[in-house]
C-alpha cells in the first residue's frame, strides 16, 4: 500500500499564531487527499476533501478561511490553522486516495496542542 | 454511506479468536463492507473489505452473511498489539476519491 508521511508529527503552539501540516504521499499519486480531525475519545471527523489543483470542499461547520487547505501537487497537501485556539487542539490525520483505488491511506497523524 | 451499528466495547483474551460483529442492514447492492482499525494515537490501517463471499487475507477473515445485513470480522489469534479501536464502513468500492466516514467503532481490549 501508499506510505504517506505527516509533518510534525506534534506541534504546540502559542493562541493566535498559525501552524502549518504537511501531508505527503510518498509513493503514491493522490489525485485525492482528505483531513480528519480527531478530539480525544472521539471518532474521525471529515473536515474537506481537496482535489489536485482545485479548491478543497469542507464540510460543514469547518471553516474554511480559518482550516486553509493547500493541494499543489500529486504528493503534497498542507492544512494551515490559522490564528489558532485552544479549541482547535487536537488530532489531525489526512488520507490520500484515488478514483480506482479500493483502499485509502491514511497519515500517522499530527497532534496540534494550543496553549 | 450507509450506517453501521457495532457495539461500544469488546475484550479478548490473548491468543484466543476476536469476533467483532457489525450490522449493516440498509447497506445497498453496490456497497461493500470495510474494515479498518485505529491504534492509539496512529492514523487508521486498512484490515480487509468485502462485498458478499467470505474473505481472508493475513490480518483477518470477513464473513458476511448471505442477506449482507451483517458481518463479522474474524482476528484469529488476538495479540496484546491487536489493541484498537475498528471500525465496520460501508461504501462502494472503488472509490477513492469519496472520503470514509467513521462511525464510533468498536474498542478492542486484548486482555494477557
Known amino acids: 500500500g501508499a506510505v504517506v508521511s505527516q509533518h510534525p508529527s506534534w506541534v504546540i503552539c502559542k493562541s493566535g499564531t498559525s501552524v502549518k501540516i504537511e501531508c505527503r504521499s510518498l509513493d503514491f499519486q493522490a489525485t485525492t487527499m482528505f483531513w480528519y480531525r480527531q478530539f480525544p475519545k472521539q471518532s474521525l471527523m471529515l473536515m474537506a476533501t481537496?482535489?489536485?489543483?482545485?479548491?478543497?470542499?469542507?464540510e460543514q461547520g469547518v471553516e474554511k478561511d480559518k482550516f486553509l487547505i493547500n493541494h499543489a501537487s500529486l504528493t503534497l497537501s498542507t492544512l494551515t490553522v490559522t490564528s489558532a485556539h485552544p479549541e482547535d487542539s487536537s488530532f489531525y490525520i489526512c488520507s490520500v486516495g484515488q478514483g480506482l483505488q479500493y483502499e485509502q491511506y491514511f497519515g500517522p497523524g499530527t497532534r496540534l496542542t494550543v496553549t | 454511506d450507509a450506517k453501521t451499528t457495532q457495539p461500544t466495547s469488546m475484550d479478548c483474551a490473548e491468543g484466543r479468536a476476536a469476533n467483532l460483529p457489525c450490522n449493516h442492514s440498509?447497506?445497498?447492492?453496490?456497497?461493500?463492507v470495510y474494515w479498518y482499525r485505529q491504534i492509539h494515537s496512529q492514523g487508521p490501517q486498512y484490515i480487509i473489505h468485502g462485498l458478499k463471499n467470505n474473505e481472508t487475507n493475513e490480518m483477518a477473515s470477513l464473513i458476511i452473511t448471505e442477506d449482507r445485513k451483517s458481518s463479522t470480522l474474524i482476528l484469529p489469534h488476538a495479540t496484546l498489539r491487536d489493541t484498537a479501536v475498528y471500525y465496520c464502513?460501508?461504501?462502494?468500492?472503488?472509490?477513492?476519491?469519496?472520503?470514509?466516514?467513521f462511525g464510533k467503532g468498536t474498542r478492542l481490549s486484548v486482555i494477557a
Open positions: 481537496s482535489n489536485e489543483g482545485s479548491k478543497a470542499t469542507y
Open positions: 464502513i460501508v461504501r462502494v468500492a472503488y472509490s477513492g476519491n469519496t472520503p470514509l466516514v
Open positions: 440498509t447497506i445497498s447492492g453496490n456497497e461493500y
